[in-house]
Protein backbone atom coordinates (compact mmCIF):
# COMPACT_ATOMS: atom_id res chain seq x y z
CA UNK A 1 0.00 0.00 0.00
CA UNK A 2 2.45 2.95 1.57
CA UNK A 3 4.94 3.86 3.77
CA UNK A 4 1.71 5.70 5.88
CA UNK A 5 1.06 3.88 9.47
CA UNK A 6 -1.74 2.16 9.55
CA UNK A 7 -3.73 0.94 12.17
CA UNK A 8 -6.44 -2.15 11.50
CA UNK A 9 -9.36 -4.10 13.38
CA UNK A 10 -11.94 -6.48 11.87
CA UNK A 11 -15.47 -5.46 12.33
CA UNK A 12 -18.12 -8.19 13.16
CA UNK A 13 -21.23 -6.70 11.30
CA UNK A 14 -24.61 -8.74 9.93
CA UNK A 15 -22.85 -8.33 5.94
CA UNK A 16 -19.85 -10.51 7.98
CA UNK A 17 -16.47 -10.02 9.33
CA UNK A 18 -14.86 -7.17 7.46
CA UNK A 19 -11.15 -5.56 8.01
CA UNK A 20 -10.77 -1.93 8.60
CA UNK A 21 -7.51 -0.02 8.25
CA UNK A 22 -7.35 3.79 8.90
CA UNK A 23 -4.09 6.19 8.98
CA UNK A 24 -3.85 9.22 10.87
CA UNK A 25 -5.78 10.70 8.07
CA UNK A 26 -8.70 8.28 7.53
CA UNK A 27 -9.86 5.17 6.36
CA UNK A 28 -7.43 3.74 3.66
CA UNK A 29 -8.71 0.12 3.66
CA UNK A 30 -11.63 -2.06 3.65
CA UNK A 31 -11.62 -5.73 3.01
CA UNK A 32 -14.70 -7.54 2.47
CA UNK A 33 -13.48 -11.48 2.72
CA UNK A 34 -11.40 -12.38 5.40
CA UNK A 35 -9.25 -14.35 3.63
CA UNK A 36 -7.46 -11.59 1.39
CA UNK A 37 -7.78 -9.04 4.41
CA UNK A 38 -5.78 -11.50 6.41
CA UNK A 39 -3.04 -12.36 3.77
CA UNK A 40 -2.66 -8.28 3.15
CA UNK A 41 -2.27 -7.63 7.03
CA UNK A 42 0.62 -10.82 6.72
CA UNK A 43 1.94 -9.10 3.29
CA UNK A 44 2.00 -5.28 4.99
CA UNK A 45 5.02 -4.53 7.15
CA UNK A 46 4.45 -2.01 9.89
CA UNK A 47 0.75 -2.19 10.68
CA UNK A 48 -0.88 -1.90 14.16
CA UNK A 49 -4.10 -4.00 15.64
CA UNK A 50 -5.90 -1.39 17.29
CA UNK A 51 -9.93 -2.73 17.43
CA UNK A 52 -10.30 0.40 20.51
CA UNK A 53 -9.34 3.47 18.31
CA UNK A 54 -11.33 2.10 15.30
CA UNK A 55 -14.26 1.75 17.01
CA UNK A 56 -16.07 4.92 15.58
CA UNK A 57 -15.35 3.30 12.25
CA UNK A 58 -16.56 0.04 13.02
CA UNK A 59 -19.76 1.10 15.26
CA UNK A 60 -21.10 2.96 11.62
CA UNK A 61 -20.00 0.16 9.16
CA UNK A 62 -22.57 -2.11 12.08
CA UNK A 63 -25.13 0.65 11.50
CA UNK A 64 -25.10 0.26 8.04
CA UNK A 65 -25.11 -3.38 7.96
CA UNK A 66 -28.12 -3.45 9.98
CA UNK A 67 -29.75 -0.74 7.65
CA UNK A 68 -29.43 2.29 10.41
CA UNK A 69 -26.90 3.71 8.76
CA UNK A 70 -27.31 5.58 5.02
CA UNK A 71 -24.49 8.19 4.97
CA UNK A 72 -20.73 7.90 6.34
CA UNK A 73 -19.72 10.47 8.39
CA UNK A 74 -15.46 9.30 8.03
CA UNK A 75 -12.58 10.92 7.46
CA UNK A 76 -11.24 9.07 4.33
CA UNK A 77 -7.23 8.80 3.65
CA UNK A 78 -7.32 7.28 -0.08
CA UNK A 79 -4.61 6.64 -2.22
CA UNK A 80 -5.02 6.12 -6.40
CA UNK A 81 -4.58 8.10 -9.66
CA UNK A 82 -6.63 11.47 -10.38
CA UNK A 83 -9.05 9.59 -12.37
CA UNK A 84 -9.64 7.14 -9.75
CA UNK A 85 -9.81 9.63 -7.09
CA UNK A 86 -12.67 11.77 -9.56
CA UNK A 87 -14.33 8.55 -9.72
CA UNK A 88 -14.58 7.62 -6.22
CA UNK A 89 -15.86 11.38 -5.75
CA UNK A 90 -18.33 10.57 -7.76
CA UNK A 91 -19.80 7.59 -6.11
CA UNK A 92 -19.95 9.34 -3.02
CA UNK A 93 -22.34 11.69 -4.78
CA UNK A 94 -24.64 8.23 -5.06
CA UNK A 95 -27.47 8.41 -2.60
CA UNK A 96 -28.08 5.30 -0.43
CA UNK A 97 -30.79 3.43 -2.73
CA UNK A 98 -29.80 4.24 -5.94
CA UNK A 99 -27.81 3.35 -8.80
CA UNK A 100 -25.60 4.82 -11.79
CA UNK A 101 -24.30 2.68 -14.82
CA UNK A 102 -20.68 2.80 -15.51
CA UNK A 103 -21.87 5.49 -18.36
CA UNK A 104 -23.67 7.82 -16.13
CA UNK A 105 -20.69 8.15 -13.99
CA UNK A 106 -18.09 8.47 -16.67
CA UNK A 107 -20.61 11.11 -17.76
CA UNK A 108 -20.65 13.11 -14.62
CA UNK A 109 -16.99 13.27 -14.10
CA UNK A 110 -16.51 14.68 -17.78
CA UNK A 111 -15.31 11.97 -19.06
CA UNK A 112 -18.12 10.21 -21.71
CA UNK A 113 -16.81 7.16 -23.41
CA UNK A 114 -14.78 6.08 -20.14
CA UNK A 115 -16.96 3.41 -18.74
CA UNK A 116 -14.86 0.69 -18.57
CA UNK A 117 -11.87 2.77 -17.25
CA UNK A 118 -15.09 3.71 -14.68
CA UNK A 119 -15.43 0.22 -14.17
CA UNK A 120 -11.54 -0.25 -13.19
CA UNK A 121 -11.58 2.11 -11.07
CA UNK A 122 -14.69 0.86 -9.09
CA UNK A 123 -12.63 -2.39 -8.84
CA UNK A 124 -9.21 -0.40 -7.30
CA UNK A 125 -11.81 1.29 -4.85
CA UNK A 126 -9.80 0.39 -1.34
CA UNK A 127 -12.73 1.49 1.19
CA UNK A 128 -15.87 -0.57 -0.52
CA UNK A 129 -19.53 0.30 0.89
CA UNK A 130 -18.41 3.38 2.32
CA UNK A 131 -17.13 4.41 -1.24
CA UNK A 132 -19.98 2.68 -2.46
CA UNK A 133 -18.95 1.47 -6.36
CA UNK A 134 -21.96 -1.24 -5.77
CA UNK A 135 -24.51 1.44 -6.66
CA UNK A 136 -22.54 0.97 -9.78
CA UNK A 137 -24.23 -1.57 -12.54
CA UNK A 138 -24.38 -2.09 -15.84
CA UNK A 139 -27.41 -0.33 -18.44
CA UNK A 140 -28.14 -4.29 -18.65
CA UNK A 141 -27.58 -6.18 -15.28
CA UNK A 142 -25.41 -5.69 -12.20
CA UNK A 143 -21.93 -5.29 -13.53
CA UNK A 144 -18.87 -6.44 -11.44
CA UNK A 145 -18.07 -5.99 -7.94
CA UNK A 146 -14.51 -6.94 -6.61
CA UNK A 147 -16.65 -8.14 -3.52
CA UNK A 148 -18.30 -10.41 -5.49
CA UNK A 149 -21.53 -10.14 -7.83
CA UNK A 150 -23.26 -12.01 -4.60
CA UNK A 151 -22.08 -9.26 -1.96
CA UNK A 152 -23.43 -7.17 -4.07
CA UNK A 153 -26.70 -8.03 -4.29
CA UNK A 154 -26.48 -8.31 -0.69
CA UNK A 155 -25.45 -4.33 -0.72
CA UNK A 156 -28.31 -3.50 -3.11
CA UNK A 157 -30.59 -5.69 -1.06
CA UNK A 158 -30.38 -3.97 1.99
CA UNK A 159 -30.47 -0.49 0.36
CA UNK A 160 -33.78 -2.06 -1.08
CA UNK A 161 -32.36 -1.34 -4.64
CA UNK A 162 -34.65 -3.14 -7.31
CA UNK A 163 -32.74 -3.33 -10.44
CA UNK A 164 -34.79 -3.54 -13.39
CA UNK A 165 -38.15 -4.34 -12.42
Not at 69 to 88: A, K, M, N, S, Y
Not at 119 to 147: D, Q, Y
Request: hydrophobic fraction near 45%; charge should be positive.
Amino acid sequence: MSARPLRWSFVETELGRLLIASSERGLARLDLHESRAREWIANTPGLVEDAAGLADTAAQLQEYARGARRVFELELDLVGTQFELRVWEALRAIPWGRTRTYGELAAAIGASGAARAVGGANGRNPVPIVVPCHRVVSGTGLGGFSGGLDVKQRLLALERVQLFA
